[in-house]
């Protein structure tokens, strides 16, 4: 069977160079391997996604020259899909509703730190510090019809305890050289958010429910990702869904070695190519070859 790549941005600012570059090596790969490169918008986020920043995903990458395969899928169109998979997770003891605010968190979390060091995710964020896995049933059930807001978290002891050990295949890198077979440590990120009662479903979640129904058998996408894998790995198994390969690679920095993204205000593919860069320009830049 061809392999099948995917690109996958959110539509809540302009593709800039890490973009480029993203995008570039799925179309080369997918080409070189004779495999198909699907086009997904991950734009769950109904805050901040925009309709217009699809449209200039589309002109960017068409100025490219990256060309996908099929029909574009765009996740906002696919709750109920994400939404049975939270109820099957839910059925099987694995999330529990956590009310607290992010201001809770924070102030727990700065409790905790009187006694010394809380733990930190791999981007650095402090683990749920709360314990809403162990309020009494009648007290989830009044804060439930109270209609408060809340987070649906996995119990991760619960959920490793159901899978045992896991790992990936790396056709990359992760920050410490990791490559081929790559033990997944989920652990690391505490009990996750999968859900919320706003928004019936996460970045994780989706990401992996569409890999796998979308056929994609080669994840390519930026080394910042590379820790969220363990998190994709144990979803995959707790909801029986093929794991595909991955390719973590290098993320593109501007001068100050800064990764690029939308809140540094890299510079817009749109702004370049205003400026008359062409897209072999690009190719030269990003270390890509020459387009066939
Ligand atoms: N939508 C994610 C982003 O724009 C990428 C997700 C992925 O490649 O797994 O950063």
Known sequence: MPPVFRFAPSPNGLLHLGHAYSALLNFDLARAAGGRLLLRIEDIDASRCRPQFETAIRDDLGWLGVRWDGEVRRQSEHFD?????????????????????????????????????????????PLYPGDAKALAPEARAKLLASGAPYALRLDIAAAL?????????????????????????????????????????????????????????????GRDLFFATSVHRLLQALLDLPPPAYRHHLLVRDRAGRKLSKSTRATSLAELRGSGVTPQAIRLQLDLPPAA
Do not use: M
Request: zero cysteines; a negative charge; hydrophobic letters at 40%.
């Open 81 to 125: 899909l994400y939404q049975q998979a939270v109820a099957r997770l839910s059925e099987i003891g694995l999330l529990y509703p956590a009310f607290e605010s992010r201001a809770e968190i924070a102030r727990l979390v700065a409790q905790r730190e009187q006694a010394g060091p809380w733990p930190r995710d791999p981007d650095g964020a």
């Open 161 to 221: 305890a159901r899978v045992g050990e896991l790992s990936w295949i790396e056709h990359g890198e992760g920050p410490d050289g990791e490559t081929g077979t790559v033990q997944a440590h989920p652990q690391a990120w505490g009990d996750v958010v999968l859900a919320r009662k706003e928004t019936p479903t996460s970045y994780h979640l989706s990401v992996v429910l569409d890999d796998a129904l979308q056929g994609v058998t080669e994840v390519v996408r």
